[in-house]
């Protein structure tokens, strides 16, 4: 569809250099849409690692709770859980790409003394603990390339429809507006020369 501009040599010239500009821009977000998706495809593959590694930590967790349960009596568990705390803080910065603020965060868990008596717990209740203490640091590491991931996704998706928009609406529109005004100013320079042909013809005669 093109633009309803005057056809004049002047919005010729305004035209090819909109038509510049819009190329030059579609240029380099096509390469900015190709960096994201490299970035994104390479996550996406990192993502499948970590969440295996989650999925089998959390596996390990639980059977080790299974094999704690089984070795001790329900009451002295849940005693156990009482006597267990630790604290967990999550800093977080602000990780540039392209124009994106991407986040990282950086897990620190801060265990009290161990309150429990060891006559009475089983070995497998350190290693219980300690994967667990694992797998917080592991869960906040996924968390963080899925909302990574998102943002890429996001961006991704504004950045084709952009140069989508350049390429198939704006750019076309600008070169069809272009022939226009070309056919435009022909037409009326073939006028003028046939006007001044009959003028000399008259002159003549």
């Not at 009482?82 to 986040?103: C, K």
Request: charged residues 30%; positive net charge.
């Amino acid at each position: 569809m093109r633009l309803n501009v005057n056809p004049t040599r002047m919005e010729l010239l305004k035209l090819r250099r909109r038509i510049a500009i819009a190329r030059r821009g579609h240029k380099l977000l096509k390469d900015k849409q190709d960096e994201l998706m490299r970035t994104f495809m390479e996550l996406i593959e990192k993502l499948k690692q970590t969440r295996q590694a989650v999925e089998k930590a959390w596996q390990d967790a639980t059977a080790q709770y299974i094999l704690n349960k089984a070795q001790l009596r329900e009451e002295a568990i849940e005693q156990l859980w009482q006597g267990l705390q630790a604290e967990v803080e999550v800093a977080w910065t602000m990780e540039p790409l392209m124009n994106l603020q991407l986040p990282r965060y950086q897990v620190t868990v801060k265990e009290q003394d161990i309150s429990y008596g060891y006559l009475d717990t089983a070995l497998a209740l350190d290693q219980m603990i300690a994967q667990y203490k694992s797998l917080v640091v592991q869960l906040v590491a996924l968390a963080e390339q899925e909302k990574v991931i998102k943002l890429l996704a996001e961006e991704i998706g504004k950045t084709r429809r952009r140069v989508n928009a350049l390429e198939y609406i704006l750019i076309p529109n600008l070169i069809e507006t272009m022939r226009y005004i070309n056919m435009k100013l022909t037409e009326h320079e073939r006028g003028t020369v046939t006007r001044l042909m009959r003028i000399k013809d008259i002159v003549h005669k």
